[in-house]
Nanobody
Framework: QVQLVESGGGLVQAGGSLRLSCAAS????????MGWFRQAPGKERERVAA????????YYADSVKGRFTISRDNAKNTVYLQMNNLKPEDTDVYYC?????????????????WGQGTQVTVSS
C-alpha cells in the first residue's frame, strides 16, 4: 500500500511556472512507475507525463511537451512536475498516480494508487 500526497498547486499568471510535488509514503517508491494526470469537471482525464521506476523512460503529452518536466527522487520518495510557460488551458486539478511494476516502462493506465489532487489555475 502507498499513499500519495500532491502539493504545489496554486494560481499563476499565463507564462508563469509552478512545480508540483507528489510525496509517497508506505512502500519504497522505486517499485512504482509514476504518472501525472489532469482533469477538469466534465472533461476526460488526460495523462500529462509519466516516468518509469528509475526515471529511464519518460512520456509527455503533446500538449505539454517542451514546457513540463517530470522527474523523481527515489531517495525522497517524491515525484515532481515542473511546469513552465503555463497557459490558461493548463487549468485543471492535477493528480499523481503510482503503478506497481517490475520493469522500466511508463504506463497509460492500470495505476494502482492515486493522490487527492491539487488545483492549478492559470489566469490570462
Amino acid at each position: 500500500q502507498v499513499q500519495l500526497v500532491e502539493s504545489g498547486g496554486g494560481l499563476v499568471q499565463a507564462g508563469g511556472s509552478l512545480r508540483l510535488s507528489c510525496a509517497a509514503s508506505g512502500r519504497t517508491s522505486s517499485r512504482y512507475a509514476m504518472g501525472w494526470f489532469r482533469q477538469a469537471p466534465g472533461k476526460e482525464r488526460e495523462r500529462v507525463a509519466a516516468i518509469s521506476r528509475s526515471g529511464g523512460s519518460i512520456y509527455y503529452a503533446d500538449s505539454v511537451k517542451g514546457r513540463f518536466t517530470i522527474s523523481r527522487d527515489n531517495a525522497k520518495n517524491t515525484v515532481y512536475l515542473q511546469m513552465n510557460n503555463l497557459k490558461p488551458e493548463d487549468t485543471d486539478v492535477y493528480y499523481c498516480a503510482a503503478r506497481v511494476t517490475t520493469v522500466e516502462l511508463t504506463y497509460t493506465s492500470g495505476y494502482n494508487y492515486w493522490g487527492q489532487g491539487t488545483q492549478v489555475t492559470v489566469s490570462s
